[in-house]
């Protein structure tokens, strides 16, 4: 697959977590999944940027996710509740990890990167539906 920048692919918008301060935030919603439930994609992620990839799941949905990235970034998997912001899942400043997630109930999930690195960082994605 030929790296690409999301932002080409996304609507921009300005992050609305307030713990984020990124100037601005590359989001997909719904994600893009192919024909077998799966979504792979090769990004650059901008320096003090954020990349999203949102999907609206119902209560027990699985998604098994998984990362690679050549510098650390900072993860999470979130969803929104009026103003407050639930975070699931957390990890901070690593380059690679992956787990199966199950929604505990119906929302808009996000997958989320944060680059603090002080330069842009390649990031591989993979999202497959359970």
């Given at each position: 697959?030929?790296?690409?920048?999301?932002?080409?692919?996304?609507?921009?918008?300005?992050?609305?977590?307030?713990?984020?301060?990124?100037?601005?935030?590359?989001?997909?919603?719904?994600?893009?999944?192919?024909?077998?439930?799966?979504?792979?994609?090769?990004?650059?992620?901008?320096?003090?940027?954020?990349v999203e990839a949102c999907e609206k799941?119902?209560?027990?949905?699985?998604?098994?996710?998984?990362?690679?990235?050549?510098?650390?970034?900072?993860?999470?998997?979130?969803?929104?509740?009026?103003?407050?912001?639930?975070?699931?899942?957390?990890?901070?400043?690593?380059?690679?990890?992956?787990?199966?997630?199950?929604?505990?109930?119906?929302?808009?999930?996000?997958?989320?990167?944060?680059?603090?690195?002080?330069?842009?960082?390649?990031?591989?994605?993979?999202?497959?539906?359970?």
């Amino acid at each position: 697959m030929k790296p690409r920048m999301l932002k080409s692919l996304a609507t921009m918008a300005l992050c609305a977590a307030g713990s984020i301060h990124a100037a601005e935030t590359a989001v997909m919603s719904p994600i893009p999944w192919d024909a077998q439930g799966q979504f792979l994609e090769e990004l650059q992620v901008p320096d003090q940027g954020v990349v999203e990839a949102c999907e609206k799941l119902t209560a027990g949905a699985k998604v098994h996710w998984r990362y690679e990235a050549d510098a650390p970034l900072d993860f999470n998997v979130h969803y929104h509740k009026g103003k407050k912001v639930t975070m699931p899942v957390r990890k901070d400043r690593t380059a690679k990890a992956e787990a199966l997630f199950k929604a505990a109930t119906a929302q808009e999930y996000c997958w989320m990167w944060s680059n603090k690195s002080g330069a842009p960082v390649w990031l591989t994605l993979q999202l497959q539906r359970r």
